[in-house]
């Protein structure tokens, strides 16, 4: 399951943040499919969708982190 996937590196990396390309490259995974996952985690408690920097390529970018 790739959402699983993504809360998996979402919470091994925080404070560390990527966004949705990012973590596609990452996980090994299509763009379109890891934002699909990255929406699905955002909607989880303790996760959420905001804008800020993502580590890997350094856009200001909307991007799911962690939030607990």
């Known amino acids: ?4 996937r993504v809360v998996e590196v979402v919470r091994a ?19 379109d499919e890891a934002a699909r996952a990255a929406l699905a985690v955002a909607s989880l408690p303790g996760f959420a969708r905001r804008r800020r920097l993502c580590y890997r390529c350094r856009r200001t970018i909307e991007l799911t982190e962690l939030t607990e």
């Not at 399951?1 to 699983?4: I, R």
């Not at 990396?13 to 763009?31: M, Q, S, T, W």
């Open 1 to 4: 399951m790739t959402a699983g």
């Open 13 to 31: 990396l925080r404070p560390f943040a990527f966004c949705d390309e990012c973590l596609a490259v990452r996980l090994g995974i299509g763009a």
